[in-house]
């Protein structure tokens, strides 16, 4: 695999961007560097054609009339698309320097990663994946990347990486609750895209209750759902009052199933023990009454017992309270 990255990096070396050039498409100039993208494809088909249990395909950059000014190939999950869609990207340097590596969104239809931000005013990264259009702009849509300069030796790191984007992908896309390649720092390094939305991410502990686990999230990558919660809790726990800013973390009532659940009703702003034990479902609310409800299983302790059939803080607006079904539905299926 190593070697046709390389490949590729001296085609751009060799016939580095230059603006307003183009090499079309049938220009046999491109003739070795299509065929190197076709065995880099092959290769990454024998690794990662289905990943974690998740049918995947692998698409090369082909062009329409012009050959792209950054090749690049992708890895994509199921119903997603280059052009509209949540994969893993390797997109090459347009002067051979390396690639760039990681979790990836479209750039034409953004999907609110926690992308970083590589490319902003003077800041131009030394692995530069800008194309020539504005849809072609690529540094800006990562949210883990990970740059791999030529020359490349061995496969091993960029297989590891490959794989933790891809987790990452799955993941943001609700095709897996946890995954051995993700970590805690994996979520929380990220800065928000210029559309503020981002997808919640999960939190993985390495231990034998990782079933457990996979239901406790990192609450804190959250960036705009929390910002939401925030202020409509006035910075303070609901249930605790607690106003440490740096604890208080967005709950959801209704379990994370993408988008559509980052809404406020179903959204409550708890410290981070609290949220624990509402996701462990130690601790519930009333959906009629908004009491508290504490677990037979925690209620001997002193503290919490002493939250047992308080009223949460309600936020000033009733469209805000929180959603009465999803209450209803976590008292039912998730409160012990």
Avoid: W
């Amino acid at each position: 695999m190593t070697n046709y990255f390389n490949q590729i990096c001296e085609f751009r070396q060799n016939n580095p961007v230059v603006r307003g050039e183009t090499i079309r498409t049938d220009n046999p100039l491109l003739n070795d560097v299509k065929k190197t993208l076709n065995n880099f494809k092959i290769e990454l088909e024998k690794k990662y054609l289905k990943f974690e249990g998740i049918d995947l395909k692998i698409e090369i950059s082909r062009g329409a009339a012009n050959f792209p000014n950054v090749a690049h190939v992708c890895i994509l999950p199921p119903n997603q698309q280059v052009s509209n869609g949540i994969y893993v990207a390797i997109c090459f340097d347009k002067s051979g320097k390396g690639a760039v590596i990681g979790c990836t969104e479209s750039k034409t239809n953004p999907k609110g990663l926690n992308i970083t931000i590589r490319k902003q005013g003077k800041l131009i990264p030394h692995i530069d994946v800008d194309g020539g259009s504005s849809n072609t702009k690529y540094n800006n849509v990562f949210d883990n990347p990970k740059d791999f300069y030529y020359k490349l030796t061995n496969d091993v790191e960029l297989e590891n990486h490959i794989s933790k984007s891809l987790s990452l992908c799955l993941y943001n896309l609700g095709l897996i609750k946890n995954s051995n390649y993700l970590q805690t720092s994996d979520y929380l390094n990220s800065t928000i895209n210029e559309h503020e939305i981002e997808y919640f991410n999960i939190e993985e502990i390495k231990d034998e209750r990782k079933k457990v686990a996979a239901e406790i999230y990192v609450r804190r990558g959250q960036k705009a759902f929390r910002k939401k919660l925030l202020d409509t809790y006035k910075r303070k726990c609901a249930i605790t009052e607690c106003g440490i800013e740096e604890m208080l973390e967005a709950a959801h009532i209704y379990g994370f199933k993408g988008a559509k659940t980052d809404k406020i009703p179903n959204g409550i702003l708890l410290r981070s023990d609290i949220h624990t034990l509402f996701d462990l479902g130690l601790v519930t609310i009333n959906p009629e009454s908004y009491l508290i409800q504490v677990s037979n299983k925690i209620i001997t302790d002193e503290y919490y017992s002493k939250l047992n059939n308080k009223k949460i803080n309600l936020p000033k607006r009733t469209e805000d309270y929180p959603n009465q079904d999803s209450l209803k539905y976590h008292l039912e299926n998730v409160f012990n």
